[in-house]
C-alpha cells in the first residue's frame, strides 16, 4: 500500500509541475504574441513613412498620370470611353477608376521603385485584362 501511495504522490507532483510548464508556456507565447503585434504596427508606421517620403514631391507624377488615364480611356487602344474617366451616367468622374488605377496599381508601383512608364504600362496591362476592355475590343 504504501509504494501505490508514493506513486500517487510522485504522479500527482509531476501533473502538478505539467500544468504549471503548460502555464508557463501559454503566457510565454502571449507575451510573444503582443510583442509581434507591437512590432507589426511599428513595422506598418515606418512602412507608410517610408512611402510617404518617398512618393513627396510627385504630386504633379500623379495628376499628370490621372490626366494620362483620362486620355487612354478615351482612345482607341484603352477603353474607348468618349469622355474618358467622366461619367456622364452619374455625372461625374469614375471613382472607382482613379481609385484602382492611379491608387493602387500607379501609387504603388512608384513607391516600389518603378518608373512612370512602368507604372503606366502595369495599368494598361491591367485594364487590357479587364471585362470591359475585352467587351469594347471583341471582334465584331
Known amino acids: 500500500m504504501d509504494r501505490s501511495r508514493l506513486l500517487t504522490t510522485i504522479l500527482v507532483v509531476v501533473i502538478i509541475v505539467l500544468i504549471g ?10 507575451q510573444q504574441q503582443n510583442a509581434m503585434a507591437f512590432q507589426q504596427k511599428q513595422f506598418d508606421e515606418q512602412a507608410g513613412k517610408l512611402a510617404a517620403e518617398r512618393m513627396k514631391g510627385h504630386r504633379a507624377d500623379v495628376m499628370q498620370a490621372a490626366q494620362w488615364l483620362h486620355q487612354y480611356y478615351a482612345s482607341d487602344e484603352g477603353l ?9 451616367d452619374q455625372k461625374q468622374p469614375d471613382f472607382e477608376a482613379l481609385g484602382a488605377w492611379i491608387l493602387d496599381v500607379y501609387l504603388n508601383a512608384r513607391v516600389e521603385g518603378k518608373t512612370d512608364e512602368e507604372a503606366k504600362q502595369l495599368i494598361k496591362d491591367a485594364i487590357q485584362s479587364s471585362d470591359e476592355w475585352k467587351r469594347v475590343h471583341a471582334p465584331k
Open 80 to 88: 474607348r470611353r468618349a469622355d474618358g474617366l467622366w461619367r456622364s
Open 21 to 30: 510548464q503548460v502555464y508557463w508556456q501559454r503566457s510565454r507565447i502571449a
